[in-house]
């Protein structure tokens, strides 16, 4: 069983940065595969980017370029620096851990990221 505790999130001006930080407990945390997942009001959950247990990266076409994932795996966290935010980037950011074999996957709680001015 994995635990999964998203921070970091708040209200940002557009052009503005955040960094989200995904904590990871109850598990060996290096063979999960992590993802960033976000859903805004009245649309489907999407993904965002991805750090596999191997450490290669993916991101959403929408994020490339302002977005990246990286993770520590001494600190069990996976984390998300977000640039020149835009308020089409406003959602709820879900972290998401995969086992690379077994597949058995976890959610986090989700933490709000809104971009206004």
């Known amino acids: 069983q994995v635990q999964l505790v998203e921070s970091g999130g708040g209200l940002v001006q557009p052009g503005g940065s955040l960094r989200l930080s995904c904590a990871a407990s109850?598990?060996?945390?290096?063979?999960?595969?992590m993802g960033w997942f976000r859903q805004a009001p009245g649309k489907q959950r999407e993904l965002v980017a991805t750090?596999?247990?191997?450490?290669?990266?993916t991101y959403a076409d929408s994020v490339k370029g302002r977005f990246t994932i990286s993770r520590d795996n001494a600190k069990n966290t996976v984390y998300l620096q977000m640039n020149s935010l835009k308020p089409e980037d406003t959602a709820v950011y879900y972290c998401?851990?995969?086992?690379?074999?077994?597949?058995?996957?976890?959610w986090g709680q989700g933490t709000q990221v809104t971009v206004s001015s």
């Open positions: 998401h851990a995969e086992h690379y074999l077994f597949k058995d996957h976890y």
């Open positions: 109850g598990s060996i945390f290096s063979p999960y595969n």
């Open positions: 750090a596999t247990n191997a450490g290669t990266t």
